[in-house]
């Protein structure tokens, strides 16, 4: 059993910037890559970022790149999403997911999930 749980998340202008982190306890975190999505009110559950299990290979989906930046730190057991050049099409609950297997940008290949943070750009 992996528990997650996310921090950072807030209310900011569009243009900022904010940190999303998520903190994993439980098993040994470098067994697990490590996704982020996201799910804005009246829509499904979307893909952001995800991250291997020791780095090496990211992904985004096109809307974010070159915006936001995943990246992990195996000994503080942490994942974190820098988001850059927020827009109000960013506002969103976000979440962390970990996935014992490989790399993955499908949220049914995750086993795990945190709780959720809350993103608002206002414009």
């Known amino acids: 059993q992996v528990q997650l749980v996310e921090s950072g998340g807030g209310l900011v202008q569009a243009g900022g910037s904010l940190r999303l982190s998520c903190a994993a306890s439980?098993?040994?975190?470098?067994?697990?890559?490590m996704g982020w999505f996201r799910q804005a009110p009246g829509k499904e559950r979307e893909f952001v970022a995800a991250i291997s299990r020791f780095g090496s290979t990211t992904y985004y989906v096109d809307s974010v790149k070159d915006r936001f930046t995943i990246s992990r730190d195996n000994a503080k057991n942490t994942v974190y999403l820098q988001m850059n050049s927020l827009k109000p099409e960013d506002t969103a609950v976000y979440y962390c997911a970990a996935n014992m297997a490989v790399i993955s940008k499908l949220s049914y290949d995750y086993d795990y999930w945190g709780q959720g943070t809350q993103v608002t750009v206002s414009s």
């Open positions: 439980g098993r040994t975190f470098s067994n697990y890559a």
